[in-house]
């Protein structure tokens, strides 16, 4: 049956006496039938995965095939006297110039644009230093995984300190939208580490997506006027809110994940007595 014949035969229900039977008999089949083959697959379609060195990658990012594009691209581009450890250091460096656009971003907000520039160079570096890596066949599995899971909690942390110590987030709520990110890139590690598949990314949204939301917050802030609300006696501005919002979401899909990864590995063990 064509796709047009099940919208014609859904019509053609609907004008039938007895619709609730119909429908739970009929039309909820061929919806079914619609999810699976057009959504669902074209779901698994955008699903990244790749093996990195021994263990298998899986990014569901919303900008995942479009940054893979751009390594298979860029990668053969870069210059011989470029290796992934100055790649490193270029992305910790873009990290620094994130963290003083903030801070400078307090007195005059021209600096903020030193964020976003920042951000772009800490994408650039992190994302290619593997990735010239397993390009040029000179992939160092433990030092390198050792050196990027290192390097990118501590360029959370100068990020996230920041950004609390501009004047336009609590440093509080920054330091909680830092301890929410590492849990749940610790979360990734602790996978990666009994299965052997780590994942780059939760849901549609990883590190690069991250980025973005901080980049367009960033932009915002410049045009926008900061303004401050009292809750419990405490002053927020809308910059704290949509921290509190990013927080609230990171938190949920922290806990979401560690129980439905929890109630997997369960039954995996379960299963072998």
């Known amino acids: ?33 619609w999810l699976k083959e057009k959504v669902i697959k074209n779901l698994q379609i955008e699903v990244l995965k790749y093996k990195r060195d021994e263990h298998e990658c899986i990014n569901t990012g919303i900008t995942a095939r479009l940054e893979e594009k751009a390594k298979e691209y860029i990668c053969p581009r870069i210059p011989s006297y470029i290796n992934s450890d100055h790649l490193t250091l270029i992305g910790f460096i873009g990290i620094l110039l994130c963290a003083a656009g903030f801070i400078l971003g307090s007195t005059e907000k021209l ?12 994408w650039f570096g992190d994302s290619f230093d593997g990735s010239l ?13 050792y050196i990027d899971h ?5 360029s959370i942390i100068v990020a996230g300190i920041g950004f609390g110590y501009s004047s336009y987030v609590r440093i509080d709520l920054a330091l909680i939208m830092v301890a929410l990110y590492l849990a749940l890139e610790t979360h990734a590690l602790i996978v990666k580490t009994i299965e052997n ?6 849901g549609l949204l990883g590190p690069t997506e991250f980025r973005i939301i901080i980049s367009l917050l960033v932009i915002y802030m410049y045009f926008s ?5 009292f809750v419990w006696g405490q002053m927020f501005s809308q910059y704290d809110i949509a921290i509190t919002i990013l927080s609230l979401i990171m938190f949920i899909t922290f806990i979401t994940t ?4 929890g109630i997997d590995l369960h039954k995996k063990d379960v299963s072998r007595w």
């Open 197 to 202: 598949t780590f994942k780059l990314s939760f």
């Open 1 to 33: 049956m064509t796709v047009n014949d099940n919208k014609n035969r859904m019509f053609e229900l609907f004008f039938e006496d007895e619709v609730e039977e119909v429908f739970s008999e009929e039309i909820v089949p061929v919806i079914k039938k």
């Open 133 to 145: 890596a397993r390009f040029r066949k000179k992939t160092r599995p433990n030092y390198g995984y």
């Open 150 to 154: 290192t390097v990118d909690s501590l």
């Open 225 to 229: 006027k900061t303004f401050t609300f």
């Open 258 to 261: 560690m129980f439905k990864t």
């Open 111 to 122: 600096y903020l644009f030193l964020v976003i520039i920042g951000l772009f160079i800490n």
